[in-house]
């Protein structure tokens, strides 16, 4: 069964200290990855999107690291601010190179808290 | 460059009442597209993808309906809306390799 699995479920950090989001999947075929950061009550926004032979890609504050052999990924915030507090959502996408039938698998979001 | 635009932004509706929300897309040609439905405080849930026109997939069972008249235009209903229809509703497109897009939600409120 395709599932996208994102821990912890909930996070708080003062202003200023770095964290780590973590993302497992079992999507297959897998196409890429990608974090999407999502305030409250407006659409997720694209952060990062790495295919198969990515393993870090940076935006920022915001590395993200994937490991296509462990299926796992993680979402890094160096430094954070008051505004990164969010909804961190991970996202896989299924299927082949070519392929029309691509979709979507979410998982269900780290709810990020900065403090100042 | 491609846009997604999703309306309305809020709708509060009484139950028993009709639904329709909708989605186009521009600058892009046969997209995937989905919507979503997001309760409060929980992830994102699946509740249709639709790789063509005609081509709808149901995810999960429930009181909804999905259309796509047209290549980007895509259209969430209901015959008659249930108070647990309550939630945000988010429409979004991808290709195969590239980001999704996010339209800005929708935010239903059933009374």
């Known amino acids: 069964k395709n599932q996208v699995e994102q821990s912890p479920q909930s996070l708080i950090i003062l202003e200023g200290k770095n964290c780590t989001l973590q993302c497992n999947y079992t999507v297959s075929p897998f196409s890429n990855l990608r974090w999407y950061k999502q305030d409250t009550g407006r659409g997720p926004v694209s952060l990062t999107i790495m295919t198969f032979s990515e393993n870090t890609k940076s935006n920022g504050r915001y590395t993200a690291t994937l490991d296509a052999d462990t299926k796992q990924s993680s979402l890094h915030i160096t430094a954070s601010q008051l505004s990164d507090s969010a909804s961190y959502i991970c996202v896989v996408s299924w299927g082949n190179r070519g392929s029309t039938l691509g979709r979507l698998y979410f998982g269900r979001g780290t709810q990020l808290t900065v403090w100042p | 460059s491609q846009t997604i635009h999703q309306w309305p932004a809020t709708l509060v509706q009484p139950v028993g009442s009709p639904l329709s929300l909708e989605c186009t897309v521009e600058g892009t040609s046969n997209p995937n597209l989905y919507w979503y439905r997001q309760a409060a405080g929980r992830g994102l849930q699946l509740l249709f993808y639709?790789?063509?026109?005609?081509?709808i997939s149901s995810e999960v069972p429930q009181n909804l309906s999905a259309s796509r008249p047209q290549d980007r235009q895509f259209i969430l209903s209901s015959k008659k809306l249930l108070l647990s229809d309550s939630g945000f509703y988010l429409c979004?497109?991808?290709?195969?390799?590239?980001?999704?897009?996010f339209g800005q939600g929708t935010r239903l409120t059933v009374v």
């Open positions: 639709s790789v063509g026109i005609g081509q």
């Open positions: 979004a497109w991808s290709d195969w390799n590239t980001e999704a897009f």
